[in-house]
């Protein structure tokens, strides 16, 4: 008997990359540098976000569009920092955003007054590796409670991202993590990888990452001038 099959996933990736591109292209035309968060469950992401917004959220005009598989918990903490809606996306089970959410999310978000969007994504350093939301970058965050062959466990993320953030530093004398092997790894998959080393607990290196941000919006608006 003959067999016939569909190929689902290549029909469903490319529609996905479709809206992904019409996604890229509307933040374009509004200048806003777009940044895709993803991590392991746990890494830091949200509380990395907290204090963002705190800090600099109103100077560089931040907006979020944040995803979680079954709750808003991250967005309703998110939204304690901010004046502008965070746009919540609950992914029903499934791990990780897709463009067509961040096309949706998009129409909830004031475009005109955005200069830097930041897309927290679904705890997973597998699923939203293959899957383009029209963003700027992926961006890792890498808690050093993790084990330092993360980068090699996962490379497509890795291959993916341009900036790994190493989160909880201030933890770093209670685990047995070495950032110099870590780093050594992700070079190994990438090594056009970017580093940043901080604590969103306690602040430590988060001026690094706000001075970042200021010039990758600074480059996008004088590109768009």
Request: some cysteine; hydrophobic content about 40%.
């Amino acid at each position: 008997m003959a067999v016939r099959r569909i190929e689902v996933r290549e029909r469903v990736m490319e529609r996905n990359n479709a809206i992904a591109a019409t996604v890229r292209e509307r933040l374009r035309e509004h200048g806003i540098v777009t940044y895709n968060l993803v991590s392991s469950p746990g890494a830091g992401k949200t509380l990395m976000l907290e204090r963002t917004l705190r800090d600099v959220g109103r100077e560089l005009g931040i907006s979020v569009i944040t995803g979680d598989v079954q709750t808003q918990n991250d967005a309703d903490r998110l939204a304690r920092h901010t004046s502008r809606l965070v746009q919540a996306v609950v992914t029903g089970g499934a791990c990780h955003l897709d463009a067509r959410q961040i096309e949706a999310g998009l129409d909830a978000v004031d475009l005109e007054a955005t200069r830097l969007l930041i897309i927290e994504n679904v705890g997973n350093l597998v699923c939203p590796a293959n899957w383009d939301l029209g963003e700027t970058a992926k961006i890792v965050v890498f808690s050093v409670t993790e084990g330092e062959d993360k980068p090699l466990k996962y490379p497509r993320m890795f291959e993916q991202s341009t900036h790994v953030i190493f989160n909880k530093i201030d933890l770093l004398r209670h685990v047995p993590f070495d950032v110099d092997r870590a780093v050594a790894y992700a070079r190994q998959v990438n090594p056009a990888l970017r580093f940043f080393s901080l604590s969103a607990l306690h602040g430590t290196g988060m001026d690094e990452w706000y001075q970042f941000l200021r010039a990758n919006v600074r480059e996008l608006q004088a590109h768009q001038a």
